[in-house]
């Protein structure tokens, strides 16, 4: 049954004969072994949501939950969004019932939702400073433009204050996104302007795509303090490790992108892919 599933049924599908199979046996063996990569530690996730996202439940439905549930798979620090306010008509509200709630969890760190145009981004920046350790916003969900002039006052106002953004580009399913929100793609280029005109502030990008963070890695050197989690370069083969063996890990950072995926599906996809099960 295992040869069947590994190669035989593969084998037959493509009508390879078995001295095909033979051939290319012994031309895979004498391949060199690729080299591994080293793999980081892993022990922080950086796109992560607390609670149930309003129309899919949650394995982990409250922080107390998913404190445990990252401490069963070894993450010591999880930079968690509350999954409930993505779609919040009052964020401050929203805002305040997660961070009370996530306090006192050893390994939530909980992020602010922030939405660029409402009105009264400047209180939840004030009342969210000291209480979250950054804020998350969601140009992807929320349908606004990263490079938009008009949103440059809360970017400054945000690396005024040394609070950190967390900025979601994606979810990796479409069918996550709630057919009532007006949603749109977070393009290369805007990516690329908007880094290259942020004010100066630590940054984590959720969601982008290989494409996406090789043009930025490649041209935006100097945006040191921008990183990218890598959800979305594990779905393929090839596309990490080439970007790790051309630019490092310096600013690739975990991200489970729970609960879209278990908690362990990408660090050890990552672990595959660079040659070290972790």
């Given at each position: 049954?295992?040869?069947?599933?590994?190669?035989?049924?593969?084998?037959?599908?493509?009508?390879?004969?078995?001295?095909?199979?033979?051939?290319?046996?012994?031309?895979?063996?004498?391949?060199?072994?690729?080299?591994?990569?080293a793999?980081?530690?892993?022990?922080?996730?950086?796109?992560c949501?607390?609670?149930?996202?309003?129309?899919?439940?949650?394995?982990?439905?409250?922080?107390?939950?998913?404190?445990?549930?990252?401490?069963?798979?070894?993450?010591?620090?999880?930079?968690?969004?509350?999954?409930?306010?993505?779609?919040?008509?009052?964020?401050?509200?929203a805002?305040?019932?997660?961070?009370?709630?996530?306090?006192?969890?050893?390994?939530?760190a909980?992020l602010?939702?922030?939405?660029?145009?409402?009105?009264?981004?400047?209180?939840?920046?004030?009342e969210?400073?000291?209480?979250?350790?950054?804020g998350?916003?969601?140009?992807?969900?929320?349908?606004?433009?990263?490079d938009?002039?008009?949103?440059?006052?809360?970017?400054?106002?945000?690396?005024?204050?040394?609070?950190?953004?967390?900025?979601?580009?994606?979810?990796?399913?479409?069918?996550?996104?709630?057919?009532?929100?007006?949603?749109?793609?977070?393009?290369?280029?805007?990516?690329?302007?908007?880094?290259?005109?942020?004010?100066?502030?630590?940054?984590?990008?959720?969601?982008?795509?290989?494409?996406?963070?090789?043009?930025?890695?490649?041209?935006?050197?100097?945006?040191?303090?921008?990183?990218f989690?890598?959800?979305?370069?594990?779905?393929?083969?090839?596309?990490?490790?080439?970007?790790?063996?051309?630019h490092?890990?310096?600013?690739?950072?975990?991200?489970?992108?729970?609960?879209?995926?278990?908690?362990?599906?990408?660090?050890?996809?990552?672990?595959?892919?660079?040659?070290?099960?972790?």
């Amino acid at each position: 049954d295992q040869e069947r599933i590994l190669w035989e049924n593969s084998a037959r599908l493509l009508k390879l004969t078995p001295g095909q199979v033979s051939a290319a046996q012994m031309t895979a063996a004498g391949l060199p072994a690729t080299p591994r990569l080293a793999l980081p530690a892993f022990a922080e996730d950086h796109f992560c949501f607390a609670g149930s996202w309003p129309f899919r439940p949650s394995p982990a439905p409250t922080p107390a939950d998913l404190d445990c549930a990252l401490a069963a798979v070894g993450i010591a620090r999880a930079y968690v969004a509350d999954a409930g306010s993505v779609y919040a008509l009052d964020v401050l509200a929203a805002n305040r019932a997660f961070l009370a709630a996530a306090s006192g969890r050893p390994r939530l760190a909980p992020l602010a939702a922030m939405v660029p145009y409402a009105p009264n981004w400047r209180a939840v920046l004030e009342e969210s400073r000291g209480r979250a350790v950054g804020g998350v916003v969601y140009p992807y969900l929320h349908n606004w433009r990263l490079d938009d002039p008009r949103w440059r006052p809360f970017f400054e106002a945000c690396a005024a204050a040394g609070f950190p953004l967390w900025i979601n580009t994606a979810i990796s399913d479409g069918r996550f996104r709630h057919r009532g929100v007006v949603w749109r793609d977070v393009s290369t280029d805007e990516l690329l302007a908007w880094m290259q005109a942020a004010p100066a502030n630590d940054y984590v990008v959720q969601g982008a795509g290989f494409g996406q963070i090789k043009a930025a890695l490649e041209r935006c050197p100097q945006a040191r303090r921008v990183r990218f989690e890598i959800s979305k370069l594990t779905d393929t083969s090839t596309v990490l490790p080439a970007l790790v063996r051309q630019h490092g890990w310096d600013r690739l950072v975990l991200g489970s992108e729970f609960p879209f995926r278990d908690l362990r599906q990408v660090r050890q996809a990552a672990g595959v892919l660079c040659g070290a099960v972790v």
